[in-house]
Structures are given as structure tokens and as C-alpha cells.
């Protein structure tokens, strides 16, 4: 049974850093695909940065330069790092995971989520 563990969500103010981990068990896929979601309330849940087992990474356009998505795969663990948070940033992160390595960031392609970490960026 895959299991997704999301924290590290937290308060912070505009140009302050956070890094959320992701914690998986039970997921043993050879070519797979992980990767970070958003949804901020009232808005559609959407993609912030991915990584497959080729460590080949994709990020939002909103996000690149800033946030910095990775794996330690001896820790089973994905991480993101994010720095210079901005208000717009405010929002529940979960993490994802898929079968096979195709990385495109659409909710609807990720079978497995996590419960969600609340991040929070005041002005």
C-alpha cells in the first residue's frame, strides 16, 4: 500500500524559505514520476515542480528560480526547497506520485497524493 506522507509547511513572511518533505513507503516503482501540487482557496489545484527517476525535473513557470524540487531515494523522501516566498505562494502543497516517468504536471495523471501541508506567506 503506497503511503504519502506530506510537512514542513509553516508561516513565513515574503522572501522567507521553507522546504516541505514528502516521506513514501510502499511505492517501488522503477520509472516513476513525483512532484509538488498547490491549491490556494478557490482556485483549481496545480502543479509546482516534478521529478522522475531519471532526476529529470519540470517546474511552473510561477515557481522556477525560486523553488527547487529533489529526491533522496536511499530516504524514500521528495523534497522542496522554497525560497523567496511571495504571498501568492499561500496555499495547501501536497505531493504526488505516479508509475512510469512521464512528468507532465496535471493532477488528473498522479494516482497517489499526500494529506497536504499548509504554507502560509504574509507581506
Known amino acids: 500500500q503506497v503511503q504519502l506522507v506530506d510537512s514542513g509547511g509553516g508561516s513565513v513572511q515574503a522572501g522567507g524559505s521553507l522546504r516541505l518533505s514528502c516521506a513514501a513507503s510502499?511505492?517501488?516503482?522503477?520509472?516513476?514520476?513525483m512532484a509538488w501540487f498547490r491549491q490556494a482557496p478557490g482556485k483549481q489545484r496545480e502543479g509546482v515542480a516534478s521529478i522522475n527517476n531519471y532526476e529529470t525535473t519540470t517546474y511552473a513557470d510561477s515557481v522556477k528560480g525560486r523553488f527547487t524540487v529533489t529526491q533522496d531515494n536511499a530516504r524514500n523522501t521528495l523534497y522542496l526547497q522554497m525560497n523567496s516566498l511571495k504571498p501568492e505562494d499561500t496555499a495547501i502543497y501536497y505531493c504526488?506520485?505516479?508509475?512510469?516517468?512521464?512528468?507532465?504536471?496535471?493532477?488528473?495523471?498522479?494516482?497517489?497524493w499526500g494529506q497536504g501541508t499548509q504554507v502560509t506567506v504574509s507581506s
Open positions: 510502499g511505492f517501488t516503482y522503477a520509472s516513476y514520476c
Open positions: 504526488a506520485a505516479k508509475d512510469g516517468s512521464s512528468c507532465r504536471l496535471s493532477a488528473g495523471a498522479f494516482d497517489y
